[in-house]
């Protein structure tokens, strides 16, 4: 079983676009198994028109709660916060749960024991049937923290069930950044596809996130989305690319039939032939070779 | 004022309004931020000179290990299990491991240590710098590659550069998609959270998500910029005519402005007569914040 993650650095590339596409013409060739691991912000089931077939609660985290009719108004435990979270309201002390951290400071040091950690319902995760196969997807809670523990949860399940069914691909829907949600995503993949726009800030995210995988040791590839909307910026990728070491998988031009398939709800390779799909078939023949020559190294 | 830009989806154009906002207001001094230090891009388009740079993480612990009994108060303490006791009690073997990248820096191995054997080092995870160009004053903060926490960075970053006493100085803070802790830390604290997005469904479920976090997690009032009007649907027309969000501005889907910003042209430098527009949308923001601080007295 192979591990393909979908990164980008820079968000609103085509992560998303690039994902469900690949899902749609792999599970043509193999069983596979998805998983969106931007669980603050999924997108996947937009365009996978997913049914629910299981849904389970996220706990993670604490955060203090201060017990009003035991606070003497101390104070120790605002001077113990480093994160701001502990306010004077009045004759007591209020925790605003969406700055604390959980750390449990404050808990250790009221004299009065005032102060409980209560556990966090953070989110939901769920399986479910699509037409290209299970999809593993969360929804973390608005300002909730440990997006990367979420995202490692809804990876970890879908790895477990290609594991377990023979499945030959997981295809990971990554969330943008290079911060500790990424890491959550790449941890395991064996090949990250980077999806990059030719723009400045396109070129200068990809080389922070080409640089993230690198320092987690899995190996990239890269595909240029709306390559002809800045052909000398799309130069200087395959440029550094080459560079690198790294190959450009995908070249996929600019068309509005991207966003019409995604209003329609469905990957664009099953929405509409035309250059946009015969350039993510290309791409996906060419990230098929790669995986599977992967393999045979193994072997 | 502090105003946060954010999207919840990616790409729907934050960096480009944020600093359209911040040159169409440069008579105002301006204070600009670029609080998405996982993928900093505004210094690509606004082009200042960066004047100092400093060196920020996390405070992490250090052991003395004269002064430790390897009694295991620490590790019992943190949450994170950033710090760990191995091996028997007083035996030649035992140790104490530290793992910066899970610290949160909180201190509470410290506090607990019953022989004050831990001290608290800089654990440096990001930089964060200041900087200008002309009238408006620019910060930024970038987490080091491999790093996984962005919180700290920023909070540091407005720490450093937001004065306590800064009036009706326009403020603006550029954050990063998502709407997780970082985003958090990027609204805490602003006046106003200006949503950019695109009219498509992608664009419409995730800006619900971040206002979900604006306005009725940390009570912000919130406004929208439609950025590529006329690509895609009606969905968040629709939805900001349910939730009664102000859409503040539109941008129509125009190749010249993907053109200006695949180079790293601001928008109203592309497109001058966007000045104005800008101007009035941040007279609109005023407006919005003095109507919500009235109707909360």
Known sequence: MKQLVILSGKGGTGKTTVAAALAHLASQEMPIVLADADVDAANLELVLDPVKQEEHDFMSGQVAVIDAEKCIACGLCAEVCRFDAVMEEGEIYRVDPLACEGCASCFYQCPEEAIRMQEQHAGLWFRSDSRFGPLFHAHLFAGQENSGKLVTLVKQQGRLLALDTGAELLVVDGPPGIGCPVISASAGADVALHVVEPTVSGVHDLERIMGTTDHFGVPSLVAINKVDLNLTRSEEIVAFCTEQGVEVVGRIPYDTVVTEAMVRGRPVTDYADGTVTEALEEMWSRIRERLLSDGEEQR | ????????????????????????????????????????????????????????????????????????????????????????????????????????????????????????????????????????????????????????????????????????????????????????????????????????????????????????????????????????????????????????????????????????????????????????????????????????Q
């Not at chain 2, 109203?268 to 007279?283: D, H, K, T």
Request: net charge negative; glycine share 8%.
């Open chain 2, 1 to 296: 004022m502090i105003i946060t830009i954010a999207s919840g989806k990616g790409g729907t154009g934050k960096t480009t309004v944020a600093t359209s906002l911040a040159l169409s207001l440069a008579a105002e001094s301006p204070l600009f931020l670029d609080c998405d230090v996982e993928e900093p891009n505004v210094a690509l388009f606004l082009k200042p000179t960066i004047e100092e740079r400093r060196e920020v993480g996390q405070m992490i612990p250090e052991v003395n290990f004269d002064k430790c009994t390897y009694c295991g108060r620490c590790a019992e303490v943190c949450q994170y299990h950033a710090i760990a006791v191995v091996g028997e009690m007083r035996s030649a073997a035992a140790h104490v491991l530290v793992f910066p990248e899970l610290c949160h820096g909180c201190g509470s191995c410290t506090l607990n240590c019953p022989t004050e054997a831990i001290r608290e080092v800089l654990n440096v995870t990001g930089t964060i710098e200041r900087g200008s160009n002309g009238s408006i004053e620019f910060g930024q903060g970038t987490l080091n590659i491999g790093e996984p926490m962005a919180v700290p960075i920023i909070r540091q970053l407005k720490r450093w550069v937001i004065p306590p006493d800064h009036g009706a100085r326009p403020i603006i803070l550029d954050a990063s998609p998502g709407t997780a802790c970082p985003v958090v830390e990027s609204m805490s604290g602003a006046d106003f959270v200006l949503m950019v997005t695109e009219p498509t469904p992608f664009g419409l479920h995730d800006m619900r998500l971040a206002v979900q976090v604006a306005r009725d997690e940390l009570g912000l009032p919130v406004g929208v910029v439609v950025n590529r009007d006329g690509v895609g649907d009606r969905g968040v027309d629709d939805y900001c005519a349910a939730e009664d969000i102000p859409i503040l501005l539109r941008i129509p889907l125009d190749r010249r402005i993907a053109e200006a910003y695949s180079e790293g042209t601001p928008l109203v430098e592309a497109l001058p007569e966007y000045r104005e527009r800008f101007q009035a949308l941040y007279a609109d923001i005023e407006k919005l914040v003095r109507e919500t601080k009235g109707a909360a």
